[in-house]
């Protein structure tokens, strides 16, 4: 057996991941900020969210492709209205 393993991280009871309540704002076409790390932001719009809102995926300005983001990431997401 492996050294330093936690036997007893099986039984721990699972939580499920919650949204900020903004995330549950966000639609389809939305445009949004998306802060990946401190200092690291990039703009795109939503192109798609799961149905319980845990998910979202933003298609990037500037032809940086699609990412998908899930709420436990610890990437924030935030609404622009410009």
């Known amino acids: 057996m492996a050294k ?4 007893r991280a099986a039984e ?6 919650q949204p ?3 995330w549950k704002e966000l ?5 949004v900020g998306v802060r990946l790390t401190p200092g690291f932001e ?5 192109d798609a969210i799961t149905w ?3 998910a979202v995926w933003v298609d990037l300005d500037g032809g940086r492709g699609r990412i ?5 990431d610890g990437v924030e997401i935030v609404p622009r209205h410009d």
């Open 12 to 17: 721990a009871s699972l939580h499920a991941a």
């Open 68 to 72: 998908l983001l899930h709420c436990s």
């Open 20 to 22: 900020e309540a903004h």
């Open 42 to 46: 990039t703009g795109g719009l939503v």
């Open 27 to 31: 639609r389809q076409g939305d445009r």
């Open 4 to 7: 330093n393993v936690n036997e």
């Open 52 to 54: 319980d809102h845990t």
